[in-house]
């Protein structure tokens, strides 16, 4: 097996996977996520790729999340794995977000580039630091707002609801955070 082949991912089949186990059809989960079911099956197929905002959607739909389908996507047993700049994350090229850690870890973190709205609500499970690579991002979490800047982190403890936007085009943030173990 080549590397390349090593490292594509599988999200059509993490989430047909995940649809399957909660015994939903294909128009049982479009009525969830308000996608049609030709593009859900275009993703389970591996012939589409879905946005980030299409992925959650998804992960709502199925009662999961986006980190944990992108996660069942790939494989994540190797003790050490390179993620290189230019690898297949799954998502279309717009997404505005690639994983940096793959397959079912304790340690997730995503790189989000560009602009991001505040329109949804987080939760986790596990804790959360929030990095400002560049740009700027302000964070609504415990009733207060945050801005930060670059360099700046924002550490947000388990079950801390909250939600982020970008403040500039440019804003690159990274999202690292703990799982209680790798979910298989």
Do not use: C, K
């Not at 986006?66 to 998502?91: F, I």
């Not at 560009?114 to 959360?128: I, N, P, Q, Y």
Request: aromatic share 4%.
């Amino acid at each position: 097996m080549s590397d390349a082949e090593e490292t594509e991912p599988r999200l059509g089949a993490a989430v047909r996977r995940r649809r399957r186990s909660l015994e939903l059809t294909l128009a049982e989960v479009a009525g969830r996520t308000g996608l049609s079911v030709p593009f859900l099956s275009q993703i389970e197929n591996d012939r589409a790729r879905p946005s980030m905002r299409s992925l959650q959607r998804i992960a709502d739909g199925l009662e999961t999340t986006a980190v944990e389908l992108l996660a069942a996507a790939e494989a994540g047993d190797r003790q050490v794995d390179l993620v290189r700049a230019a690898d297949d994350s799954g998502l279309s090229p717009d997404a505005g977000v690639r994983p940096l850690v793959r397959g079912a870890r304790r340690l997730h973190a995503l790189e989000f580039i560009g602009e991001h709205r505040a329109d949804r609500e987080f939760l986790h499970e596990g804790d959360e630091l929030l990095y400002v690579a560049d740009g700027a991002a302000e964070v609504e979490a415990e009733g207060r707002t945050h801005r930060l800047e670059r360099g700046d982190t924002l550490y947000l403890a388990a079950g801390t609801r909250h939600r982020w936007r970008s403040l500039a085009p440019d804003t690159r943030l990274l999202v690292v955070a703990a799982s209680d173990g790798p979910r298989r």
